[in-house]
């Protein structure tokens, strides 16, 4: 069992940056590929940003692509996501996910445990 807890997330304007954090419990978390997802009000999940187990190779959506870094910190079981230049399109609810297959996917039915993520608000 893996458990994942998000935080970070609050109101920024336009141009600004948050950086959510996901922290996860348990010994294995080295042992599981992680990524970002967001869900708007009516719309699919969609994919963000993914890095592999020990953190060498990142994915990233091309609309996040440039702005947005995601890293991990295995020693703290700490997954992070600096965004900058925040855009409203933005505004999402953000989840942490992760999976026991090392190798990165943009589906979000791939993923084996979800956190129960953190709300993103970007004024315009």
């Known amino acids: 069992q893996v458990q994942l807890v998000e935080s970070g997330g609050g109101l920024v304007q336009a141009g600004g940056s948050l950086r959510l954090s996901c922290a996860a419990s348990g010994r294995t978390f080295s042992s599981y590929f992680m990524s970002w997802f967001r869900q708007a009000p009516g719309k699919e999940r969609e994919f963000v940003a993914s890095i592999n187990k020990s953190g060498s190779n990142t994915y990233y959506a091309d609309s996040v692509k440039g702005r947005f870094a995601i890293s991990r910190d295995n020693a703290k079981n700490t997954m992070y996501l600096q965004m900058n230049s925040l855009k409203p399109d933005d505004t999402a609810v953000y989840y942490c996910?992760?999976?026991?297959?090392?190798?990165?996917?943009?589906?979000?039915?791939?993923?084996?445990?979800w956190g129960q993520g953190t709300q993103v608000t970007v004024s315009s």
């Open positions: 996910a992760s999976r026991f297959t090392n190798w990165n996917s943009r589906r979000s039915d791939e993923y084996d445990y």
